[in-house]
């Protein structure tokens, strides 16, 4: 493909080489290969089910992997615009009925007061329009009162981040979520110094609020909370943009030059790969609750980093062995039914292998990053989640997959799917450092292969964009992975504006 002066001068400006741009476009025209699966992860066959007393073993180990001075992280994805979840807010303003008229809308009036925005939102409606929101309802005003919510000379919810919104009300005060992500970090992630290290991937444009409020936040909950909170923030890299394509596959431009979107929140894994801590929670911002409600996020949070220091030292040990040479064949039988049983990684042919090279077979598939991954059971329709999967190297492993990756037209896959018991609530702990201590380049275990494209309209056109692997599905690809079942009661996501009104929220 022939580059313009204006090509060329994209590519400097985002970070990316000729060659990247050469290869998304061969993506976007050639596609994405299914995933081939071997069957649904379910407990005991890929999911482990913890009785009362490995729950204890697993909380006993977190602390005293905690007392040991180890540093623990939180990173929580909490980019873009909060704008989804103002979605039918945003439609009853612009439509034609000028009364709720629908069960949303009837819902959100009915229960007004029960959010945590109420306060403010009624401040708002009073310095707008000199009235409260009780007299705006009296005049049937409905649509003055979402304006002020949503929109920028009122509340500007409809383009903040989530990061930034009042989600929980506390007695005489509220707390946006940001502020739960604090406070909940605190519970299970100080480490021996009394140190909260949290890190908030954010919009570039949205880091001056959002350092504003940790700046309000920090000095009040490390009053409280008896803790020092380390904040950092960054934002998605330009270079993990991705080009967009016309149908034909061809550059999709504007003004002559090349169109580039963000590339999903498989980005993230570069901002995972700059930050330096033995053990890292991901958690997304939108799933956290009030201090009153969160005993058992607290609980299954000890549980999965604990099930993760012990693998992990277990793996590592194995791991320093090896590298002194090869062990008798009884150790190398222990550590393959460890990969086994414990990893749920299985293969044919180690039978058939030479002890040298079933050494290093198990010291490859030891010395990578791990991840514990929180598996809720399936209430609803079955979907994306946690499957046994194949590997390019012949091996099947545990994997976190999006239903876009199983083929619709194979039907045995598709009935796999609808076999899984359980989905994927986004609740991992990570461990990104080798036996010897070492940092993993986290890039190098992604699934390349594992992209997806989606068709969007840009100005009345449709057009080819490009998704990377996604953060715990294609771009963990390569991780060790343990699911462990953890309760409903730890997933309460916020999606639309709503969801604030139940009860895990009130």
Known sequence: MELTVKDIESLKLKGKTQEQLTEELRMLKEGFPYLKIERAATPGHGIFVLDEKMEKQAVDIWNEFLASGAKVMKMVPASGAASRMFKDLFSFVNGKDEKPSNAFMKKFFDEIEKFAFFDKLNETCVALYGKSIDSLVKENRYKDIVKALIEKQGMNYGQLPKALLRFHKYPGTSRTAIEEHLSEGA??????????????????????????????????????????YDLSTSIQKPSTDTVAANMDGSPYREKEALFFRPGGHGALIENLNDLNADVIFIKNIDNVVPDSKREDTIKYKKIIGGILAGVKQKADGYCKELSKGTPEDAKLSEMLDFI?????????????????????????KLNRPFRVCGMVRNEGEPGGGPFLAYNPDGTVSPQILESTQIDPHNKEAQKMMKEATHFNPVDLVVSTKSWDGKKFNLPEYVDKATGFISIKSREGVEIKALELPGLWNGAMSDWNTLLVEVPLSTFNPVKTVNDLLRDAHQ
């Open 340 to 364: 086994h049983k414990v990893l749920c990684i299985s293969h044919d042919n180690t039978q058939e292998m030479t002890a040298d090279e079933k050494a290093k077979f198990i010291y490859e």
């Open 187 to 228: 519970q299970y992630a100080t480490g021996k110094d009394g140190k909260v290290n949290v890190h908030f991937t954010v919009s570039d444009d949205h880091i001056p609020l959002v350092n504003l409020k940790f700046e309000e936040a920090k000095g009040k909950l490390e009053h409280e909370l008896d803790v020092k």
